[in-house]
């Protein structure tokens, strides 16, 4: 049956590409239609940008904690080397140069399963009818089952317009050639609390402003708390409570640019080389044919899907950013695949958010999965915690790790894990056994019976839940 259906996606990006490799998967014709390249603006400007960009300040830090291990680094003749520099146009070069790579490496995978790529942009024409508009010319694709994964853009401003040299968007930055003297980061959730350490990490001097009391205002009290006295700690400026009225570029006399001025709503006024905005996105649902469909869209303009990524219109599937259910990459790529699957006669598990890891890739990293605390106080639950500091771990101690914790939240009674929030290195790495336990109901006892190497920062994993062993 699957032979001879005709599935057309609209957008490359982890939804989409994800979607058109499980319906080839199942015997489909699908038709891929991107404007910008395959990866969507996850791989090309957003997600793999940022994180090699991260990396790249990761490795800066580690000169600062190198002596502090008692390694000393010298040049040829012999004397002590203190500062490490970034060359920006190099770093970004690299950031590029990996986007692009990754971006060809899922274009490639695609045409190894059949996937025809339609490189233009694609817009409903009715239910079963997608016209993609490419450089030469328009074609109307047929479709039995469509679906549109057309990510966001990032949310600008009237009183601050991006201009792409003083005043940037996060996907504007990889253009810079040098590093910015002060960069004023307007935005302290989690794109501009990452890029905001990262500037800092390769030698930029960093003010972020926060219109909230802390920075990461939706993520773990606790650990929004670690992360801000690092960034103090480590020389940026936090502007707590202050909200951002407007940006403006300043020129000299000669018309040249020279800088930015930030100007807060109580009248102050930061002035600094370069301003990221960092404000939150808008869905691109613009042009898509939608209203013209009848699709339903929010009041944001995010296309409505219920947990097996179906639109109001049958045979109409959306995921990813577009569809404001959760703005990460893999949640995107896991609507794709579910949408494919229903569509296609697959087995197939409604999504469940419940189970989603998520990561913030600040120095150290924030993982979180399950349960939050917030949530666990709102529904009254009756919950065991347990926070156990990093500098207790001896491999932490090895490695001169000082931040971070791994909080466990179980079940009183039954002790099943909830959830659970770890604050180290490469946490994106360690929520793995938690998410696990999350995911598959297990207990404190067995995530505890379980053998962790020594030493290793997992071993923390499992004393935690020793901790909440009902005694």
């Not at 994964?149 to 040299?165: F, I, K």
Request: glycine share 12%.
């Amino acid at each position: 049956m699957n032979a001879s259906t005709k599935v057309v996606i609209v957008g490359g990006g982890p939804g989409g590409y994800e979607a058109a490799l499980v319906a080839a998967h199942l015997g489909a014709q699908v038709t891929l239609v991107e404007r910008d390249g395959m990866g969507g603006a996850c791989v090309l400007t957003d997600c793999v940008p940022s994180k090699t960009l991260i990396a790249t300040a990761d490795y800066m830090s580690g000169v600062d904690l190198a002596l502090g291990l008692g390694v000393h680094l010298l040049d040829h003749e012999g004397d002590e080397l203190s500062d490490a520099q970034a060359r920006l146009a190099e770093v970004n070069a690299r950031v590029l140069g990996l986007a692009s790579a990754q971006s060809q490496d899922i274009a490639g995978r695609l045409l190894e399963v059949g996937v025809r790529i339609v490189p233009g942009h694609g817009r409903l024409l009715d239910p079963r009818t997608v016209r993609a508009e490419t450089s030469s010319g328009t074609e109307d694709l047929a479709a039995d089952v469509i679906l549109l994964s057309t990510g966001a853009t990032p949310r600008v401003m009237a009183t601050a317009r991006p201009d792409g040299e003083r005043i940037l968007t996060w996907q504007q930055l990889y253009e810079l050639d040098g590093l910015p003297e002060h960069l004023i980061v307007v935005g302290s959730g989690v794109t501009g609390a990452e890029l905001a350490q990262a500037y800092l990490g390769l030698g930029a001097e960093v003010t972020l402003v926060s219109s909230r009391d802390r920075v990461l205002p939706g993520e773990d009290p606790d650990a929004a708390t670690v992360i801000e006295e690092v960034f103090r700690h480590r020389g940026m400026s936090v502007l707590s409570r202050s909200r951002m009225q407007s940006t403006v570029v300043v020129r000299d006399a000669g018309g040249e640019a020279t800088g930015v001025e930030v100007t807060l709503e109580d009248g102050r006024v930061v002035s600094g080389s370069h301003a990221l905005l960092a404000v939150g996105s808008l869905p691109q649902t613009q042009d898509l044919g939608l209203d013209m469909v009848g699709i339903a869209t929010s009041e944001s303009g995010h296309i409505v899907v219920d947990r097996v990524s179906r639109t109001s219109v049958r045979g109409v599937y959306a995921a990813g950013d577009c569809t404001g259910v959760l703005p990460l990459a893999s949640v995107a790529a896991m609507q794709g695949r579910i949408a494919m699957a229903h569509a296609l006669g697959d087995a197939v598990a409604p999504l469940n958010l419940g189970n989603v890891s998520a990561n913030i890739f600040t120095d150290p990293e924030i993982a979180t999965v399950g349960l939050s605390e917030k949530e666990i106080h709102a529904r009254g639950l009756d919950v065991a915690t347990v926070n156990l500091p990093l500098s207790r771990n001896p491999r932490a101690k090895m490695q001169g790790l000082t931040e971070g914790f791994v909080k466990l939240f179980a079940a009183h009674g039954s002790g099943t894990v909830l959830g659970g929030v770890v604050v180290a290195p490469r946490a994106s790495e360690l929520i793995f056994p938690v998410t696990l336990a999350v995911t598959h109901r297990l207990n404190v006892d067995q995530l505890a019976s379980t053998f962790t190497v020594y030493p290793s920062l997992t071993g923390s994993i499992a004393e935690a839940a020793r901790r909440l062993h009902a005694t």
